[in-house]
């Protein structure tokens, strides 16, 4: 059985990561609080941010930026979004 965690996305019980995302307090704070399922939909965001925006994951500030869009994505606050962006039909 898959190991669970009460998810601050999705405030409910869910399957969480096998490993902390990255070393450190930040990536022990994911793996502690943020389910397998919003941190694979966060993976899908980041990429579409870096790729739409055109981020270089070299520059601090582009990091600093997609930090930042993390915690709004994880804290359910207003993030960006690709400009242009229509989520798919349900």
Known sequence: MSRMVHCK???KKLPGLAVPPYPGPK?????ESVSKQAWTEWQS???MLI????L????????K????????FFNNEEYDIAQ?????AE
Do not use: C, F, H, W
């Open 56 to 63: 270089s994951l070299m520059n601090p500030d582009a990091r």
């Open 9 to 11: 996305k999705y405030d």
């Open 65 to 72: 930026y997609l930090q930042q869009e993390m915690e709004k």
């Open 84 to 88: 242009g962006y229509v989520p798919p």
């Open 27 to 31: 990536g022990q704070e994911i793996y």
């Open 45 to 47: 965001q980041q990429t």
């Open 51 to 54: 790729n739409e925006k055109q």
